[in-house]
């Protein structure tokens, strides 16, 4: 089993366990499994505030920074700091995207090898998780594709430049390198009952172990499991099915 | 060449439109932290961009300096000020004027004609030409200077810094920044293009480097826990800044923004404008001695202090800066835990020795520690023989070893089985505080995802209790949950209230330091508790059952509440609080922990002693904590093979094997070392500050 099948399953197996009352307790608690503990060692080194920027190399003179400069425009989010590719005309909803979860350690040496391959491959957005907490949540790094073919050649280029990069890893989210390094995700479409993949599927789950809180641990998650495949979605793999949304599309 | 001085009774003064009068209570949870629990209803007074120190001043006078908004006498201002708030102004102007005259000399109220009366903006706009350079961006923007990224005409990027305006000051020190540049020839200076004067602007034009501040790319490295690159990054600034002595250079005004790190690892160092010859000796004083307080060496912060002139800088002073620099490279810490308030920083700087790493949470490193600690003796001559002796010397000190050799025991295997259970949420009814307080030590001691959940879980079953609820307020800081933390601090209150005295509220207070200091970088509002803490102390805090007059006189548990709370930086200590330790140590009462921790808030050597002249406890468990918080007084690797020792005898004794698992998760992260914040953990007493009968150890 795959770092992120067994991150997955840990993670319901607790759920089923020791569940709260509230399904948007339990989402929630489930979005953020797999989020690195803070403490003030990593706290310290990175700093506080928007100090991390200067770990990712993205302050005045940054490696990272320089890179960027030429081509992307960069904006301040809620939790994140956002960066679309300048000349980029409007489009639409993306087609897929990518996580990328190196440990926090990691980072300071791996962004910026993560941010050459994003715009060779003109990547036309992405964002990364702005202060020490947006950096300790597994899904620090999203980027955003408009056609599947695209978001595999950066895996394949993401592959060779962080090789023996130490991984996190995204919970619920499709392996795409065999290490949880990198993985993949479908948004919902947009105007549905989630913003964002993890966001649609840990709704789900929640729902499904709190109606079945009569039932023991294994049957309960067995259960939520086998709704979630009648989705269409590979619950083996964490991917959505062509029939998955379809629903949400409708609607 | 001094600027000329305005006349401060008949002038008429501004406050700029970009100085900035912030209430303390109004700025982040670090930066009050930072200040200190004094500043409780001032404000800071700043001005970005500009050469001016920060100040703080009461809420009144902060009142009073906004009445410069608009052009004023001193005396016009503080009449208006008088009458609107129904006071007397000459009591006013009496208590003000000081304060008043000080925010002047400060350049924080400047004549209303004065060229610092308006907002900085660049003189320069993209595309313009200047000196035949093509201005490309502003790179940096002071009160007197400003420094561009421009083109040569041969195309070559070049950083042009020049004057504002044609004041003789600053284009004397661009003067002098070239004569150095010229002299020093590049290697670890920029070279130097050309210099001038255009439209009466000075100007100097020097080599671009890419790169970043050596601080960010410090930064980068303990990011990354790279100790070896680390070094080799300090040892490099060194050799540089030892190199530039060589040459007979004091580059007179050290920070980590006048030191550049290229792309390939070479240092570059800026800002030659405060730059001069290493002098003759017998030059004694300085009027123009530039620096950033937090470099200052101790004579340098003791003049100032005593408002004398500065003495001179030296190759052993600028030994002193360079050392506070590596010293931060190294930890991103201040030797001497730096207060923001500048007269306790300079008489820190004029008192303190630097703080060994562990005794800032960081991994000691004895070799380099030693190296630093001599480079930053209080006196001169005890310092290295100059600033390439320092260099060698640190670039030969080894790299730390690692932890006392693993070797795999009982103790081991209690912590192994102790996790498992936990991801597996195995724990039974019992012990459930202590458990989900173990889950969130592992979890951190391990930077363990699944760990952290499972310690958020078990944490949902315990009472909420004022410790039940310490738990939930650190668990979400660990879990950076503002939300979260906010609700268990008023369940915390909520749960606290009710105390009025005697051991419960001590451990209470006890435990709301350790909320008051884990939770200090999150944005929940603490100054509820804070409050309510700072009026505990306020109250009895006897051990009941003790005998009064023995309790009074020799008790250590108050003294060690308050120590807690005065280090969370919440709680302004107590003014009996030092006579009380006075008291304590004559009784010979008080335990490592009480002793280690009065060391901690007052730097007192004495402190030290008396912690390390302490017996240390006979139980296992307790021993092992006891040499943890050693080593975090000391860094004293031997204190780690100490505990490491003392919880294989506790897993082979009868202590309970998760409170064993709890010493291993501290022992992983030594330099976070803490106790558990109850009186008792899986049923094991811990009895912390503890009056001991006629002082007998």
Known sequence: MGRIARLSLSALRMAARDAPDDPAALAQWLYRYGTVPRGPAIERDFGPDDEPMGALGLTVGGAARRRLESAYEASTLQGWYSFARS????????????????????????????????????????????????????????????????????????????????????????????????????????????????????????????????????????????????????????????????????? | MNEAVPDIAEARFILPPDVKLLPVAELSARLRERIGPGAQGHSVVTRQGFRVTSRLVPQPLALLIDEFRAPARLTDAVLRFARSNGQDPQAVLDLAFDALATLVEARLLVPQDAPEARALAPTLAPGQGFAGFEIERLVRSLEDSEVFRARAPDGRPVALKLARDARPAMAELLTREARMLQTLDGGDSPQLLSHGREHGRGYVAMEWCDG?????????????????????????????????????????????????????????????????????????????????????????????????????????????????????????????????????????????????????????????????ARALSHRPEDRHPDVASLARAFAAADLPSDRPPKRRDAADRCFDAATKAIKALMPGPRWRRDTAWLALRAAQALDDAELLAAADRLTARVDAGWAGC?????????????????????????????????????????????????????????????????????????????????????DPLPAFVALSLVRSGRVPAPATLEAHLQHLAANRAGDVWLWALAHDVFADARHRTLALSLDLPRRPLMRGFASLRLYRLTGDARRLVDARDAATRAAASTTPAWAVALLLAELRMPEAAMLPPFPTVFGVPIPVAAARPGGAP
């Not at chain 1, 715009?119 to 957005?125: D, N």
């Not at chain 1, 992405?126 to 895996?155: C, H, N, S, T, W």
């Not at chain 1, 390198?177 to 948004?187: E, H, N, P, W």
């Not at chain 2, 350790?514 to 803490?533: F, K, M, N, V, Y």
């Open chain 2, 470 to 554: 310490t738990v939930a307020a650190r668990l979400a800081e660990a879990r950076s949950d503002a939300r979260a933390q906010a609700r268990a601090v008023g369940a915390f209150l909520a749960a606290a209230q009710g105390l009025t005295g005697g051991p419960a509220l001590a451990r209470a207070l006890l435990a709301s330091a350790h909320i008051l200091e884990g939770c200090a970088s999150r944005s929940a509002d603490l100054q509820p508790l804070a409050t309510w803490a700072a009026r505990g102390l306020r109250r009895p805090l006897p051990v009941a059952g003790r005998r009064r007059a023995f309790a009074v006189a020799v």
């Open chain 1, 87 to 251: 000349a980029a005309p409007a489009r639409l909803a993306a087609a897929c995207k990518l996580y990328v979860s190196p440990i926090p350690r990691a980072l300071p040496d791996a962004f910026v090898r993560i941010v050459e391959v994003f715009v060779q491959a003109e990547v036309r957005s992405f964002k990364v998780g702005r202060g020490i907490e947006g950096l300790l949540r597994p899904d620090k790094i999203m980027a955003y594709f408009d056609e599947r073919p695209q978001l595999d050649v950066v895996v394949a280029r993401l592959m060779d430049r962080l090789h023996g990069c130490p991984v996190q890893g995204v919970p619920f989210t499709a392996d795409e390198g065999g290490d949880g390094l990198l993985s993949s995700g479908v948004d919902p479409p947009w105007g549905g009952t989630a913003s964002s993949w993890r966001a649609w599927v840990t709704a789900r789950l929640a729902a499904g172990l709190i109606a079945r809180r009569d039932r023991p641990p294994a049957a309960a998650l067995a259960g939520t499991l086998s709704d979630l495949r009648s989705h269409g979605v590979d619950t083996a793999r964490w991917r959505a099915g062509a029939a998955t949304f379809r629903p949400e599309a409708a609607a």
């Open chain 2, 212 to 372: 970043v501040s050596i601080g960010v790319a410090a930064q980068q490295l303990r990011a990354a826990r790279d100790r070896r690159r680390l070094r080799d990054l300090v040892a490099r600034m060194l050799a540089a800044y030892g190199r530039l002595h060589e040459r007979g250079v004091l580059h007179g005004d050290i920070h980590p923004g006048n030191c550049l790190c290229r792309d390939d690892g070479r240092i570059v160092i800026l800002d030659f404008g405060h730059a001069r010859r290493i002098g003759p000796a017998g030059f004694t004083a300085d009027l123009a001695r530039a620096g950033i307080p937090q470099f200052y060496d101790p004579q340098m912060a003791q003049a100032v202090r005593a408002g004398m002139v500065p003495p001179a800088a030296s190759a052993a002073s600028e030994q002193y800066a360079v050392a506070v620099l590596s010293y931060m490279l190294l930890t991103g810490l201040h030797p001497i835990d730096a207060p923001s308030v500048q007269d306790e920083l300079l008489r820190r700087i004029a008192d303190r020795p630097p703080l060994p790493f562990a005794a800032r949470g960081v991994p000691s490193w004895p070799a380099v520690e030693a190296v630093l």
